[in-house]
């Protein structure tokens, strides 16, 4: 694992659990000025500071910036496949940045996907796309759902343009609604700067009855 180097603030905002093996609280970021003592993720942190898109959310008063998968436990995280097994030398070495609206209806992740994450050379693997999608739609449907927790009942990917590896992207997420227990969303990974979509997703969420009985 990278050597993380964060600082959190004295309080905490108040999140919603995802799933039972959440912590009910979610931390805000407070921005560090001291880079990694790593020298491949001190250059990604003054990358990160240096980016737009990255300044203008920090400026501004919509959204918040969260510790991204500081709602895990310590027995969750370490056997999460985006917040552990992914995080290391050329795949998402630097720990993604996360900032939320006001109501949590849309989220926004700004991460540097590295060489290690292919399918095709030079090109991010589409599987690993669909998986940081799936993950942000969750983002902006569970919090909503009933008992704040829920699962995948479907996903759709389109694939607009090939993402290169080794750069920075930002990965967008909007609630569209929820009837009961489900909840329905959209996600999209966009370039850092331009915006334009590499991938765009929709998924429907379901929250599982509470009161169902096991079968035997």
Excluded at 15 to 40: G, I, Q, R, W, Y
Excluded at 53 to 71: P, T
Excluded at 90 to 99: E, Q
Excluded at 167 to 180: P, S, T, Y
Aim: aromatic share 6%; with cysteine; glycine share 6%.
């Amino acid at each position: 694992m990278p050597n993380v180097v964060e600082h959190i603030a004295p309080g905490h905002v108040e999140e919603k659990p995802f799933t039972v093996n959440s912590h009910a609280t979610e931390k805000v970021m407070v921005v560090d000025t001291l880079l990694p003592s790593d020298p491949a993720e001190a250059l990604l942190a003054e990358q990160e500071a240096n980016l737009k898109k990255v300044q203008d959310l920090r400026s501004s008063d919509d959204w918040q910036e969260i510790v991204a998968y500081g709602y895990l436990n310590d027995s969750a995280r370490s056997h999460s496949l985006t917040a552990t097994t992914l995080r290391g030398h050329g795949m998402i070495h630097r720990r993604p940045l996360k900032f939320y609206n006001k109501d949590k209806s849309e989220c926004i992740i700004i991460a540097h996907l590295g060489t290690n994450l292919c399918g095709h050379d030079g090109i991010i693997h589409g599987g690993l796309l669909a998986t940081l999608l799936d993950e942000h739609l969750a983002y902006v449907t569970l919090p909503h759902l009933p008992n704040f927790t829920g699962f995948t009942a479907n996903l759709n990917v389109d694939y607009r343009a090939p993402v290169k590896s080794n750069q920075w992207v930002a990965i967008r997420g909007k609630l569209d609604r929820v009837e009961g227990r489900k909840g329905y969303a959209n996600a999209w990974i966009e370039h850092i700067d331009t915006g334009m979509a590499f991938t765009e997703a929709r998924a429907l969420y379901i929250s599982p009855r509470m009161d169902a009985k096991p079968t035997a």
